[in-house]
């Protein structure tokens, strides 16, 4: 009740007041002025370029389904051959989110998931790819995900909070739907399942307490017993983990021999772990087995860039595949095991799925998406610099890495936008971003894009630099590029703006307190205004895991510093034109956070322009909504940062 009071306070809130209001669709634009139809066409081909993502194999050679744009939103698809035609086999408005084919060949099935108008309450639906027919199997009102396949096909597992909506039971079902789902582990926290024993006697899963702290547990699925893959009392992160085709083993990724995730093997006879990848001094991320177990391939996140590796998985050889440097992720053999699918994203291509032949060691394109005619090899690959921030480590100065896009075609010195990251407990990467590139090449605007400490990628200790009361510490080092920033001749340290979304629009409020003396403007998408109302008004299923990471809102001395820090408490001193964006159905974030900021800075006379996109969620599934708060965005950098209207 109090959320839908709050709720009927904000948008009797847009019925009011002195500033300009107008509306696009189902966005509410106010402080707005116009958007000019110039900007419009001239990002025209840069929202219309397109993407592919790989999501699973089907049976019986028919090809692969994908997952990409064809009008509003991320559809499935499906590819019969390499570079063949791609045929839209689901069509509704919002994106779908996992997509994963039943392993009986003898059914032509998947399951996939999707919420509505962002809320992420994602319901379970069945697909016959041959029928072409669909069906709801959740109960369209609580959140499901994490699906996964028993072994044999005839089951699937999933997560769901639809018991109480704040914790995460797991459940086992068939296609029967509702009536056939039943509750396998209800133990109250955030779990996952993740990966059926062969003979789908047991489930591998895992409890997610933090970023820092997860436990992993076998499930025996008819006793509903627990039994943890811990040999330790210290805290472990676990990522991937597979079961061993033998069942006498399992493969897991996990932080347990050191400041980084390796692949390990766990020996469920002796109840020991072996460390596979000693040897790589970087964080294992995907982690696939063939069929017949005898390969292993696995991805490593090398300071940002994911590099595909191939292991033996008897005399644990390890070979290395050549791809451009990018991001590879969605690794999945075929059911013979001679094919690797995957995703491949390089930052000056839009992502595309491509196969590796374990035996011909050959590569096959499947999809070539669509770069909205735009020549992309004038497109600029980002440079990975290291700046000293305030503190040191091991007697030297810390250094923060980040990635720095420099223009084409314009005099320097260039003007700057910091583009930073959410989480914070994720890792700015050179993905390809077509925002990036029109800023580039268009507006000769540079970019740097920092992993301030907080970020993963670079070890356990440096995420948790930024925990509990060291919050600010992270942005002390948006203060310290800013110093790196007016060292470098070709960047102009007079027009520099930031911006941010999720975690990253609360250090874009953030910066802009601290440091609206050296920042031209900022852009807050989806961020967090007061870290208390967050932690009070987020989905009741996220306010435990939020709590090990910000700190506890309900203990009298950690509220009071959490308010301290907040944008809203020290708005006053946000002093330059602000750019606010939100989505109304937010679970995460929720549009209480953007209202009170848009309020408390416009009592400084600050131009603040506020963008609600009345169907959305955090983050804008939509093409039609993103083109419009794109278009938005660049008047507002044109305006502030380049001084052009």
Not at 83 to 90: A, D, P, V, W
Not at 515 to 544: A, H, K, M, P, W
Request: some cysteine; charged content about 25%; proline content about 5%.
């Amino acid at each position: 009740m109090k959320k839908i009071c709050a709720l009927i306070i904000i948008l009797a809130s847009l019925l009011v007041g002195d500033v300009s209001r107008y509306r696009i669709g189902n966005i509410v634009l106010e402080g707005v002025p116009e958007i000019p139809a110039s900007i419009a066409a001239r990002l025209r081909p840069y929202q219309n370029i397109r993407s592919a993502l790989f999501l699973d194999w089907l049976h019986d050679d028919r090809g692969i389904l994908i997952k990409t744009r064809f009008s509003e939103t991320g559809q499935v698809h499906v590819v019969e051959t390499p570079k063949g035609s791609r045929r839209q086999l689901t069509f509704y408005d919002e994106p779908i989110d996992e997509c994963t084919v039943c392993p009986d060949p003898h059914k032509s099935v998947f399951l996939f998931t999707k919420d509505s108008a962002g809320n992420e309450m994602n319901q379970i639906y069945v697909y016959d790819y041959t029928t072409g027919t669909r069906q709801l199997l959740s109960d369209g009102k609580s959140k499901h995900n994490a699906v996964v396949w028993s072994t044999k096909g005839d089951k699937f597992t999933f997560r769901s909070n639809k018991r109480n909506g704040r914790d995460y039971d797991i459940y086992l079902g068939d296609l029967g739907g509702t009536e056939n789902f039943g509750i396998i582990l209800q133990e109250g926290g955030y779990w996952y399942p993740r990966n059926f024993a062969p003979d789908d006697t047991k489930l591998l899963v895992s409890k997610y307490v933090s970023s820092s702290e997860s436990y992993l547990y076998i499930l025996d699925v008819s006793k509903k017993e627990l039994t943890e893959i811990n040999d330790d009392t210290m805290n472990i992160a676990y990522g991937t983990s597979r079961w061993a085709p033998d069942m006498k083993g399992i493969y897991v990724v996990a932080d347990k021999f050191g400041d980084f995730q390796k692949l390990l093997y766990y020996d469920l006879e002796s109840a020991k772990f072996e460390n596979l990848t000693e040897q790589i001094p970087w964080d294992i991320k995907e982690v696939e087995i063939s069929p017949s177990g005898n390969t292993l391939a696995f991805t490593v996140n090398e300071n940002g860039y994911s590099k595909l590796y191939l292991m033996d998985a008897r005399s644990r050889k390890l070979n290395h595949a050549l791809l451009p440097d990018g991001q590879i992720f969605n690794l999945k053999f075929d059911s013979d095991g001679d094919e690797l699918a995957m995703t491949l994203n390089t930052p000056t291509q839009p992502s595309d799925v491509y196969t590796l032949n374990l035996r011909s060691k050959k590569y096959l394109r499947w999809t070539q998406s669509e770069a909205g005619g735009l020549d992309t090899s004038a497109f600029v690959r980002p440079k990975l610099i290291h700046y000293n921030t305030f503190d040191s480590t091991g007697g030297q100065p810390r250094k923060i890495p980040a990635y720095y896009y420099e223009p084409k075609g314009f005099k320097p010195p260039y003007p700057v936008l910091i583009d930073c990251h959410g989480g914070p407990a994720v890792q700015e990467k050179p993905y390809f971003s077509y925002l990036f590139q029109f800023y580039l090449k268009e507006l000769g605007i540079a970019v740097i894009a920092p992993n301030v400490r907080g970020s993963t990628g670079y070890g356990r200790g440096f995420m948790m630099l930024d925990d509990g009361l060291n919050r600010e510490d992270a942005v002390k080092d948006i203060g310290t590029l800013l110093d790196w920033i007016q060292a470098q001749p070709q960047l102009d340290a007079k027009r520099i703006g930031i911006k941010g979304g999720s975690y990253g629009g609360y250090m874009a409020l953030a910066s802009m307190v601290h440091y609206s003396d050296r920042l031209c403007c900022g852009i807050d998408e989806i961020g967090i205004s007061n870290f208390v109302t967050f932690l009070e008004n987020t989905g009741e299923y996220r306010q435990d895991v939020r709590r090990t990471e910000y700190g506890d809102e309900r203990d009298p001395d950690m509220r009071a510093f959490l308010n301290r820090i907040s944008p809203l408490t020290n708005a006053h001193k946000i002093t330059k034109p602000m750019y606010i964006v939100q989505g109304l159905h937010d679970p995460r974030v929720p549009v209480s956070e953007a209202e009170q900021i848009v309020k408390a800075t416009r009592k400084n006379d600050a131009d603040v322009w506020y963008l609600l996109a009345e169907d959305e969620g955090h983050g804008f599934g939509k093409k039609s909504n993103r083109n419009v708060y794109q278009q938005v965005l660049i008047m507002f950098l044109k305006r502030y940062l380049l001084n052009k209207d």
